[in-house]
């Protein structure tokens, strides 16, 4: 069964670089959740999308933005980045409506240097 | 301050035998509960999942119980197996309040289960 996919899977940037992560939900899933996960922390939640609408965000800083297109993959950009970005970042699909079983990609190692 | 708390770290049990995690939860509006297991440099797994509505769902050697009242769920395993080491997560979220807003889920700081040949 096809799964969520996460590009690229590793990145690294320097101080001050911009990155963007891509991530392709499965198909007919219309709701999309990013979600950065730190060095020993859990996943924390920034932001989500349904039907290419910003329906929620979380603790994202404002150096961060992310939209959702017609075929309903995301990006998400990350500007000026700073070594606490540095981080796994994660993506989420799911079927609105349904039960709320969120499935993840294999997230994109992000290290700011 | 947590909304969802894995109080144990690690947990390590022999083959065979079962294992317990625990997740307890302070916010009364998470209405759906799920359990995630993950690997080093993956992404989390979905395993299982329950609504507030049950108190126990069952999926082959994976059960997870929830006990409203005490705001307690838990997931048994049996029989344990080896390739069940990871770190699993508790997660829950709360439910829509309108069309197309978020469910976005809280975690639980995991707790890492090694299962011992």
């Known amino acids: 069964a096809a799964g969520v996919i996460q590009s690229p899977r590793h990145l690294i940037k320097e101080k001050r670089e911009t990155a963007t992560l891509k991530c392709y939900p499965i198909p007919r899933h219309d709701t999309v959740y990013w979600y950065q996960q730190g060095p020993g922390q859990d996943p924390q939640f920034l932001i989500s999308?349904?039907?290419?609408?910003?329906?929620d965000k979380g603790s994202i800083p404002d150096r961060f933005s992310a939209q959702q297109f017609s075929d309903y993959h995301s990006e998400l950009n990350m500007s000026s980045l700073e070594l606490g970005d540095s981080a796994l970042y994660f993506c989420a699909s799911v079927v609105r409506g349904g039960k709320n079983e969120q499935y993840f990609g294999p997230g994109t190692r992000l290290t700011v240097t | 301050d947590q909304q969802v708390k894995q109080n144990s770290p690690s947990l390590s049990v022999q083959e065979g035998r079962i294992s317990i995690l625990n997740c307890d939860y302070t916010?009364?509006?998470?209405?759906?509960f799920l359990w995630y297991k993950k690997y080093p440099a993956e992404g989390p797994t979905f395993l299982i999942s329950i609504s507030s509505i049950k108190d126990k769902n069952e999926d082959g050697r994976f059960t997870v119980f929830l006990n409203k009242s005490a705001k307690h769920l838990s997931l048994h395993i049996v029989p344990s197996q080896p390739g069940d080491s990871a770190v699993y997560f508790c997660a829950a979220s709360e439910p829509e309040v309108f069309s197309g807003s978020a469910r976005q889920l809280t975690f639980g700081s995991g707790t890492q289960l090694t299962v011992l040949p």
């Open positions: 999308f349904y039907e290419k609408m910003q329906s």
């Open positions: 916010n009364s509006m998470f209405d759906y």
